[in-house]
């Protein structure tokens, strides 16, 4: 059974950063796409960032140049580098892996909080 371990989130002034991670206990030849997905209350979840298995990278336009994702193979991690932070990015961020065979994985969530 495939599991992500979400870690990173918490409370941030304005203007700083945090850096999340995710960790899949999946085999990594079976990951098509790893992602980043945010819901803030009462809004849907919306896409943040993906990274595929060539590294082709996609984000939302409201964080590109603040956010990074990026992927440790050997480790089966995938990161979120959230700089320059804004009180709108509050929300419960959630990894998302697709798998090629097996559907989609998703994680428990990650509260990020970001004070004015």
């Known amino acids: 059974q495939v599991q992500l371990v979400e870690s990173g989130g918490g409370l941030v002034q304005a203007g700083g950063s945090l850096r999340l991670s995710c960790a899949a206990s999946?085999?990594?030849?079976?990951?098509?796409?790893l992602g980043w997905y945010r819901q803030a209350p009462g809004k849907q979840r919306d896409l943040v960032a993906l990274i595929t298995r060539t590294d082709a990278t996609n984000y939302a336009d409201s964080v590109k140049g603040r956010f990074t994702i990026s992927r440790d193979n050997a480790k089966n991690t995938v990161y979120l580098q959230m700089n320059s932070l804004q009180p709108e990015d509050t929300a419960v961020y959630y990894c998302?892996?697709?798998?090629?065979?097996?559907?989609?994985?998703w994680g428990q969530g990650t509260q990020v909080t970001v004070s004015s």
């Open positions: 999946v085999n990594r030849d079976n990951i098509n796409f």
């Open positions: 998302n892996v697709r798998l090629i065979i097996g559907g989609e994985v």
